[in-house]
């Protein structure tokens, strides 16, 4: 076992401390850190052993299990443990086959039954460019016929520092750099050097903080007719993967579609919905 030295800046993480870290982070999260992942989960919370002034990651971890403030503290190791890499209009071909394919096939369907809604979630929507990017897609199909339709896209995230990020809406031009120039010049505004998304599509969206582990919370998130969650389970292992893919299936309306991240794959995690190929993408339709 390596000795643990006497400053933060140098505590090293033993075997032992990260199990149970990353024990307690899973249990509480569903975040899974497999055995090759100790150097990037030190690396990660030694900045919690900084903030909260602590030499060793044996006190971290008591302060997690027994402080009266683990609540508060929890957040912060979240927002430590998450990577929040986005942009919008990210993964293109998956893009264009929802606003080419998948959107108007579920507008389409709600008209014909008299029911001018639509409910979209992101789910791990990070710093607001996956919800903005569907609010601003809705709003090119729908043009003026916006007024007509009851929208409104929910977006959640396990970390509060990317939830503050996206409530401010502004972002830098990297960010943008996949936004066409005319949808750049309709729904941003310069702040700076860099750009505020317009209050017609903020207003669009409703960023809530969200644990997936909360099984209660997303069991409450029904009636969706398409779900983002994309790179989300990537972090998961495959026991939690299937819990929370049985619950976005649960979470859509017949017919609804979940789009994940391109790397990512429901083989051998869930056969209930049905593959869909769109050109250069794949979606995930609840029949």
Request: glycine share 6%; with cysteine; net charge negative.
């Given at each position: 076992m390596s000795e643990l030295r006497t400053s933060a800046g140098t505590a090293q993480m033993t075997d032992d401390n990260f199990r149970l870290l990353r024990d307690f982070i899973y249990e509480h999260s569903g975040i899974y850190f497999s055995d090759t992942k100790k150097a990037q989960l030190e690396n990660r919370l030694m900045l919690r052993l900084r903030a909260n002034n602590l030499t060793d990651y044996d006190k971290y971890y008591y302060m997690l299990k027994y402080d009266p403030q683990a609540s508060k503290e929890m957040r912060s190791l979240f927002d430590s443990v998450t990577t929040n890499e986005t942009s919008f209009f990210r993964s293109p071909p998956q893009i264009q086959a929802f606003q080419e394919k998948a959107l108007p096939?579920?507008?389409?369907?709600?008209?014909?039954?008299?029911?001018?809604t639509l409910r979209l979630?992101?789910?791990?929507?990070?710093?607001?460019?996956?919800?903005?990017?569907?609010?601003?897609?809705?709003?090119?199909?729908?043009?003026?016929?916006?007024?007509?339709?009851?929208?409104?896209?929910?977006?959640?995230d396990i970390s509060e520092k990317a939830l503050?990020?996206?409530?401010?809406?502004?972002?830098?031009e990297y960010t943008l750099r996949?936004?066409?120039?005319?949808?750049?010049?309709?729904y941003f505004v310069p702040d700076g050097s860099q750009y505020k998304i317009n209050d017609e599509i903020r207003m669009l969206v409703e960023l809530q903080y969200l644990n997936f582990n909360d099984s209660k919370r997303v069991r409450l998130m029904r009636g969706f007719d398409a779900i983002f969650c994309r790179n989300v389970?990537?972090?998961?292992d495959d026991t939690a993967k299937k819990r929370f893919?049985?619950?976005?299936?649960?979470?859509?309306?017949?017919?609804?579609y979940l789009f994940i991240g391109h790397?990512?794959?429901?083989?051998?995690?869930?056969?209930a919905f049905k593959l869909v190929h769109f050109p250069g993408a794949l979606g995930y339709k609840k029949e």
């Open positions: 096939e579920l507008m389409n369907n709600r008209e014909n039954i008299g029911e001018k979630w992101s789910a791990g929507c990070s710093t607001g460019d996956e919800p903005y990017t569907m609010a601003i897609i809705v709003k090119e199909l729908l043009q003026e016929r916006l007024s007509e339709w009851d929208v409104k896209i929910f977006a959640s503050r990020s996206a409530r401010s809406a502004t972002y830098n996949s936004v066409p120039p005319e949808i750049k010049k309709k389970l990537i972090y998961f893919v049985s619950q976005l299936y649960d979470n859509l309306n017949p017919g609804g790397s990512e794959s429901l083989h051998n995690i869930s056969r």
